[in-house]
């Protein structure tokens, strides 16, 4: 492996670094279904605070509100306050329709699939990172439509999660799998695309909490990816697996 390949992947493994970062924890569905007492004091107040102002019906379930508290530490005006943000960016964005719109275009130049399942009924995200190409997509001019897709994934793997509990299933979240075979540097991180991954990132993070159960990275191919992953994974306690 010559050194140059191996810092392309040092760089793709600080993505995926930030792309999981707060996103993948290690709690298991019937954890995340199980309230504490604690908990439940929390989400009634909670609830009665916020159940005016949420504008989805899907809202107004336990299963949607009490991810909001447990993200804030149950500190009830930051959750609220993350709640509401969220609402307003949906409603400035019109997210609610963004599953309705035509998206052929995107899908073939951004594979991403939502159609299997785990052994355990999770929704499995299975994203073609390698050949998504950030760049030629802001090249073009299509950075805006990018974002909007982005956004259109995120809605998607949520959904899939509450498809998924209306089908009589005890899951909370989805599964992101992402091979990055063929993934580099070039594609995915040019200068312009960063910006596109960092919102991303962050919108996962402010909008659509605690729905993604683990990321596997897989096709991995740098010894140096593995480590780094092994580092963090120590280090803050994520879930991850590599499949080199
Ligand atoms: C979706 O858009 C594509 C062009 O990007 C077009 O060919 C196709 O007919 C559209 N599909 C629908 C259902 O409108
Ligand atoms: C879902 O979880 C509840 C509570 O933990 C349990 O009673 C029920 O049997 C589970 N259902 C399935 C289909 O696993
Ligand atoms: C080229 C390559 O190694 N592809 C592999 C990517 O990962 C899947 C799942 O682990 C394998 O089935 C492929 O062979």
């Not at 493994?13 to 298991?28: D, E, G, V």
């Not at 509401?84 to 964005?93: A, F, G, T, V």
């Not at 159609?115 to 999770?122: Q, Y």
């Not at 509990?165 to 695309?193: F, H, I, M, W, Y």
Request: hydrophobic residues 45%.
């Amino acid at each position: 492996m010559k050194p140059f390949d191996c810092l392309n992947h040092f760089l793709r493994a600080a993505i995926f670094f930030a792309l999981c970062w707060n996103l993948a924890s290690p709690q298991s569905d019937s954890k995340d279904l199980h309230l504490t007492f604690q908990e439940k004091t929390a989400l009634d107040k909670f609830k009665a605070e916020v159940i005016n102002l949420l504008p989805e019906e899907y809202m107004k379930s336990d299963f949607y509100l009490i991810r909001w508290l447990r993200a804030r530490n149950l500190d009830i005006p930051p959750a609220k306050a993350m709640l509401l943000e969220s609402i307003k960016w949906r409603k400035d964005n019109n997210v609610k329709s963004i599953l309705q719109e035509n998206w052929s275009d995107m899908e073939q130049d951004f594979p991403a699939t939502f159609n299997t399942i785990d052994k355990l009924n999770h929704p499995i995200v299975t994203m073609e990172l390698g050949d998504w190409d950030f760049r030629a997509a802001v090249l073009v001019g299509k950075s805006h439509r990018l974002n909007r897709y982005l956004m259109y994934i995120n809605e998607r793997y949520m959904r899939s999660v509450f498809d998924a509990q209306a089908a009589g299933k005890n899951v909370t979240r989805v599964l992101v799998l992402v091979d990055s075979e063929g993934a580099n540097l070039r594609k995915q991180a040019c200068p312009l695309c960063i910006p596109n991954l960092i919102r991303w990132v962050s919108s996962m993070e402010s909008y659509y909490p605690q729905f993604v159960q683990e990321i596997i990275l897989i096709n991995g191919t740098c010894s140096y990816t593995k480590n780094i992953f092994e580092y963090l994974n120590v280090k803050i306690n994520f879930l991850m697996k590599l499949f080199a």
